[in-house]
C-alpha cells in the first residue's frame, strides 16, 4: 500500500490567516489522484480538493489551493483567510487508478486544525 | 438524491454477536469501500469492490465479510465482534478517479 504521511498531528491559526497542512507520500506510480478530505466535528468526510498527477498546474477551489510539487511526492494543502468554520480534521489520501484495488484511497492519520478568533 | 446511507448510526454490541452495517447509494458508482476510522490511525481500508459481485480484501479486513450482488449495496458483516473492532465505520462510493462520496458514518461499541 502507498504510504501517505502528514507530520502535523495539530495546527492552530487565527481567523482571516493562512495556513498551510503538509503531506507526503511514497509511491512509485506515474498516474494517481490525491485529495484532502476535511471531517469537522460532525464526522462527516468532506472532499475538499483534488490533483491528478499528470497536471502540473496545482488544484484551487475558492479559499483552498495545494502546492503539488511530484519529484518531491509532497502536497500541501492552503487555507486562506481561515474562518471559524474551518476547524475540523483534516485528511491526505492518495489514489492509484487501474490497480486492483480499484480506486481504495490511501490516508494519512490527520492534522487537526483549530481556527482561533 | 441521497448520495450514501448508512444504516445504523450508533449501534452497542456484545462481544461474540454478529450484525451487518447497511450501506446504499444511488449514484451508479461502481467502486464502494468499507474503513474504519480509530484515533490517532486515520482510515483504514477494510474491504472494496469494483462492482457487483466483485469484492476484495483491504488493510484491515480480518473479522468482516462482504458481499456486492447489486450496484446499489454493499453490506459489511461482523461475523463475531470483539473489542477491538469498536470504531467508527465509513462506507464510500465512488465514480473512477473523482474522488469518494461517503456516508456519515456509524459509532459502534463492542462490550
Known amino acids: 500500500a502507498q504510504t501517505v504521511t502528514q507530520s502535523q498531528p495539530e495546527m492552530s491559526v487565527q481567523e482571516a490567516e493562512t495556513v498551510t497542512l503538509s503531506c507526503t507520500y511514497d509511491?512509485?506510480?506515474?498516474?494517481?489522484?490525491l485529495f484532502w478530505y476535511k471531517q469537522p466535528p460532525s464526522r462527516q468526510m468532506i472532499l475538499v480538493i483534488r490533483?491528478?498527477?499528470?497536471?502540473?498546474q496545482n488544484a484551487t477551489e475558492n479559499r483552498f489551493s495545494v502546492n503539488f510539487q511530484k519529484a518531491a511526492k509532497s502536497f500541501s494543502l492552503k487555507i486562506s483567510d481561515s474562518q471559524l468554520g474551518d476547524t475540523a480534521m483534516y485528511f491526505c489520501?492518495?489514489?492509484?487508478?487501474?490497480?486492483?484495488?480499484?480506486?481504495?484511497?490511501?490516508f494519512g492519520k490527520g492534522t487537526s486544525l483549530l481556527v482561533t478568533p | 438524491n441521497a448520495g450514501v446511507t448508512q444504516t445504523p448510526k450508533f449501534q452497542v454490541l456484545k462481544t461474540g454477536q454478529s450484525m451487518t452495517l447497511q450501506c446504499a447509494q444511488d449514484?451508479?458508482?461502481?467502486?464502494m469501500s468499507w474503513y474504519r476510522q480509530d484515533p490517532g490511525m486515520g482510515l483504514r481500508l477494510i474491504h472494496y469492490?469494483?462492482?457487483?459481485?466483485?469484492?476484495d480484501q483491504g488493510e484491515v479486513p480480518n473479522g468482516y465479510n462482504v458481499s456486492r450482488s447489486t450496484t446499489e449495496d454493499f453490506p459489511l458483516r461482523l461475523l463475531s465482534a470483539a473489542p477491538s473492532q469498536t470504531s467508527v465505520y465509513f462506507c464510500?462510493?465512488?465514480?473512477?478517479?473523482?474522488?469518494?462520496?461517503f456516508g456519515s458514518g456509524t459509532r459502534l461499541t463492542v462490550v
Open positions: 464510500a462510493s465512488s465514480y473512477a478517479g473523482y474522488g469518494y462520496t
Open positions: 509511491t512509485s506510480e506515474s498516474n494517481y489522484y
Open positions: 490533483q491528478e498527477a499528470y497536471k502540473q
Open positions: 489520501a492518495f489514489m492509484k487508478p487501474y490497480s486492483n484495488s480499484g480506486y481504495a484511497l490511501n
Open positions: 449514484m451508479n458508482h461502481e467502486y
Open positions: 469492490s469494483v462492482g457487483a459481485g466483485i469484492t
